[in-house]
C-alpha cells in the first residue's frame, strides 16, 4: 500500500513539475513571440518618428534623435549575443565602454532594446515625456504575456545602465552650445544664400558641423567638391545653363516627375500661404522617411530582431554623418537659390513646384543623406531587395516602387531638380559626397561579425 501511494505521490509530483516546465516554455514562447517580433521594433521607431514629426524637428536634428536612440538599441543586443555582434565602443573613437550584464538569466535583451530605445528617444526629444506612456505600455505587455516579474524588473535595470552611458555621451556632443551660437547673416553679395518665400525664414542650424561626428573625422573630409561659379550673365556657362534647366523642367513636369517631387519632398514644415491666411503642414523628414523605409526593407528581407536593430542603427548613423557633413558644405558655399536668382533675373513670378527649405542649396541634403544611407543599408540588407515605399500614404501620397536602396537615394536626389530647389549639380555632387559618407561608415563599422 505504501510503495503504491508512493508511486503514486512520485507520478503526480513528476507530471506537476512537467505540467510546470511545459506552462513555463508557453509561457516564454508566448511572449517572446510577441516581444522578440522585429515588427514590434519598427513600430516602436515609428512612435519615436511620430514624435519627431509633430514637434517639427529640421532634418538634422531629427537624425540625432534616431542615432543616439537607436545606438542604445544596438548595444543592448550586441551585449546579449556577443558571440554574433560587436559594440560599437571603439568603433565610434569616442563611444565610452558599455555596461556589462552581471545576470544574463534575469535580462530579456529584447525587450530591453526596445526600453532603451523608448527611453533614449524620449529624452533627446521635445517635449521630454513625449514616449512615456509608450514605455509604460511596453512593460504592461511584457507583464500581461507572462514575462516573470524578475526578468523584466532585470531588463529595466540593464537598460537603464545603457540609457544613462547612452545619455551621457550624448549630451558631449556640442549641440547644447549650438543652441545658442550666432545666427546666419544675410549679406548682398553675388550668388549668396538669401531666405525665400513665403515665410523667408531664418536659415537653419548654421552651426550643425559643429556637432561631434560619430564615424567621420572630422566634419569637412568628404565634403562635396566645388560648385560650378555663380556667373548668371553668361548664357554659355555651366551655372547659366543649370539654372534655365531648373526653370525649364519646373515648367513642363510630367505627372511622374510630380509625384517623385511630391513622394521625396519630405518637408516637415511647410507654410501654406492662402490670401492673408497661413497655415502648416507636417511630413515626414528625410530621416524619417528613411527610417521607415528601413522598417519596410526589413520586413520584406525576412530580417530577425537583432539584424532589423542592426539595420535602422546603421542607417541612423549614416544620416547624422551625412547631415553633419552636407551641412559643412552648405554654410562652406552659402550657396544661392534656384528660386532666388530665377525671381532676380528671369521671372520674378516663378515659383517652384515643391517649397524652398531654409538653408543654402548646395550640396543638396537628401542627396547627401540619402546615398550615405543607401551605402549603410546596402551593407545589412544587400543590394537586390526591392520593395513598395508606402511611407507616404498617411499623407496622401501614392505609393512608389523601389528597386534597390542606391536606386532610391539617386531617385531622392532627382526629386529636388523636378521640385525646383536645387540645381543638378547639388544632387549629383552632394550624392557623390554622401557615397563617399557611407563608404567610410561601413568600411570602419563592423556590427555583425
Not at 292 to 317: L, M, P, Q, W
Request: glycine share 6%; proline share 6%.
Amino acid at each position: 500500500m505504501n510503495k503504491r501511494l508512493n508511486r503514486s505521490l512520485l507520478f503526480s509530483t513528476l507530471l506537476m513539475a512537467e505540467l510546470v516546465f511545459l506552462f513555463s516554455c508557453k509561457a516564454k514562447t508566448d511572449y517572446a513571440a510577441s516581444l522578440h517580433d522585429p515588427i514590434l521594433f519598427c513600430k516602436t521607431v515609428k512612435k519615436l518618428n511620430d514624435v519627431v514629426l509633430e514637434n517639427n524637428f529640421p532634418p538634422m536634428v531629427a537624425s540625432r534623435n534616431y542615432a543616439y536612440a537607436t545606438i542604445a538599441a544596438y548595444e543592448i543586443i550586441a551585449a546579449g549575443d556577443p558571440a554574433h555582434y560587436q559594440s560599437l565602443s571603439g568603433q565610434i573613437r569616442h563611444l565610452p565602454v558599455m555596461p556589462v550584464p552581471q545576470d544574463t538569466a534575469t535580462i530579456d535583451f529584447p525587450l530591453a532594446a526596445l526600453l532603451a530605445l523608448t527611453k533614449v528617444g524620449n529624452a533627446v526629444t521635445f517635449p521630454e515625456g513625449s514616449l512615456m506612456d509608450y514605455y509604460g505600455e511596453l512593460l504592461n505587455m511584457a507583464d500581461s504575456l507572462g514575462m516573470p516579474s524578475d526578468r523584466i524588473s532585470g531588463s529595466v535595470a540593464y537598460s537603464d545602465t545603457i540609457v544613462s552611458t547612452i545619455l551621457a555621451w550624448a549630451k558631449k556632443d556640442n549641440y547644447p552650445e549650438t543652441r545658442s551660437a550666432t545666427r546666419y547673416t544675410v549679406t548682398e553679395e553675388p550668388g549668396r544664400y538669401v531666405p525665400t518665400p513665403p515665410m523667408y525664414a531664418q536659415a537653419v542650424e548654421p552651426h550643425w558641423m559643429e556637432i561631434r561626428t560619430l564615424v567621420l573625422d572630422s566634419a569637412s573630409v568628404c565634403r562635396a567638391l566645388l560648385p560650378p561659379k555663380f556667373d548668371p550673365s553668361n548664357k554659355s556657362s555651366e551655372f547659366y545653363k543649370a539654372m534655365m534647366e531648373v526653370k525649364n523642367i519646373g515648367d513642363s513636369l510630367t505627372d511622374e516627375q510630380k509625384h517623385i517631387a511630391d513622394f521625396w519632398d519630405d518637408n516637415p514644415f511647410k507654410m501654406n500661404v492662402t490670401g492673408h491666411v497661413m497655415f502648416a503642414t507636417k511630413k515626414f523628414s528625410p530621416p524619417g522617411h528613411w527610417m521607415n523605409i528601413v522598417g519596410i526593407a526589413a520586413k520584406k528581407a525576412g530580417a530577425d530582431f537583432n539584424t532589423t536593430v542592426t539595420a535602422y542603427t546603421k542607417a541612423s548613423i549614416a544620416l547624422f554623418d551625412g547631415f553633419i557633413s552636407c551641412w559643412e558644405g552648405k554654410y562652406s558655399y552659402n550657396y544661392i537659390r534656384p528660386e532666388t536668382v530665377i525671381n532676380q533675373l528671369v521671372d520674378p513670378e516663378w515659383r517652384p513646384y515643391i517649397q524652398t527649405p531654409p538653408f543654402p542649396s548646395f550640396p543638396s541634403g537628401h542627396a547627401t543623406a540619402s546615398a550615405a544611407t543607401a551605402e549603410a543599408m546596402t551593407s545589412v540588407l544587400g543590394d537586390n531587395l526591392s520593395f513598395t515605399d508606402t511611407s507616404l500614404l498617411e499623407f496622401g501620397i501614392a505609393n512608389r516602387e523601389i528597386k534597390s536602396f542606391r536606386q532610391a537615394s539617386q531617385e531622392a536626389a532627382m526629386s529636388r531638380l523636378y521640385g525646383g530647389i536645387h540645381f543638378r549639380f547639388d544632387n549629383e555632387l552632394g550624392l557623390e559626397s554622401g557615397r563617399r559618407v557611407g563608404e567610410i561608415i561601413v568600411a570602419r563599422l563592423t556590427m555583425k561579425k
